[in-house]
């Protein structure tokens, strides 16, 4: 699985924002697809996961205003982002996971990052 994510970029807080991501390669739709975020000198943390069957999971820090999406159609899985604060400001990654596993030591693919910087 090849994966290609877009959408970053620079937002005041309260914006909103979609992140993208593409992926190509073997069956999209068994994958279960996570976000990562790493902010400036911190570690890479999930913010959010869907799996294969639309169960989605978020981090506590995002809860209301990260919304996870898939569409297997497109192959594509979103990240809406809404009210977004300074503390949001990190490189967004994808991953995908076969295996329903979300930890960032155990996923199988990853994208290449896009930044999201929150302006205060």
């Known amino acids: 699985v090849q994966l290609q994510a877009s959408g970053g970029g620079l937002v005041q807080a309260g914006d909103s924002l979609r992140l993208s991501c593409a992926a190509s390669g073997r069956t999209f739709s068994n994958y279960l697809m996570a976000w990562f975020r790493q902010a400036p000198g911190k570690e890479r943390d999930v913010v959010a996961a869907i799996t294969s069957g639309g169960t989605s999971t978020y981090a506590d820090s995002v809860k209301g205003r990260f919304t996870i999406s898939r569409d297997n159609a497109k192959n594509t899985v979103y990240l809406q982002i809404s009210s977004l604060k300074p503390e949001d400001t990190g490189v967004y990654y994808c991953?995908?996971?076969?295996?329903?596993?979300?930890?960032?030591?155990?996923?199988?693919?990853w994208g290449k990052g896009t930044l999201v910087t929150v302006s205060s």
């Open positions: 991953a995908a996971n076969r295996w329903a596993v979300i930890d960032v030591n155990a996923m199988d693919y």
